[in-house]
């Protein structure tokens, strides 16, 4: 998201509330601690890029959440602080403390994780902290 400021302008623009949570990384710490893929290449011009979207044209609503999402943005025009920004891919994560249970680095534009395995694997991690002992 880049500034706090634009955080602030973009939980209004998709209408959340504005204590939702959300991570401002202006100077891209987390990005880059993560070293997530980047680059004009991981844009558009991978091979990952057309079967991701191939996926989401032959399943069952597969672009019913893309168009959701794109109607949303369409008049939302963020500039990140540092225009390298603008050529990093995301990913999923779940952390446990200091352990990494699932990471997912997007390999280009729409190669994103299972959306149903993050939830399960989430809702799995959730449940063996909340059946541990809490240590004081």
Do not use: C
Not at 96 to 103: H, I, K, L, Y
Not at 109 to 128: P, Q, S, Y
Request: glycine share 8%; hydrophobic share 40%.
């Amino acid at each position: 998201i880049g500034k706090p400021e634009i955080g602030k302008e973009l939980l209004a623009h998709l209408g959340l509330p504005e204590d939702f949570p959300l991570y401002a990384d202006p100077v891209n710490a987390v990005y880059d601690d993560l070293d997530l893929n980047r680059g004009l290449d991981t844009l558009f011009f991978k091979p990952s890029t057309p079967f991701a979207f191939l996926d989401r044209f032959t399943q069952k609503d597969g672009m019913k959440e893309l168009n959701e999402v794109l109607g949303k943005w369409n008049k939302a025009v963020y500039i990140p602080p540092k225009q390298d920004q603008a050529f990093i891919q995301g990913g999923t994560f779940i952390f446990d403390g200091d352990s990494t249970v699932f990471a997912h680095y997007d390999e280009s534009v729409g190669a994103h994780a299972k959306v149903e395995r993050v939830v399960e694997l989430a809702v799995e991690t959730a449940d063996v902290e909340a059946a541990s002992p809490i240590l004081n």
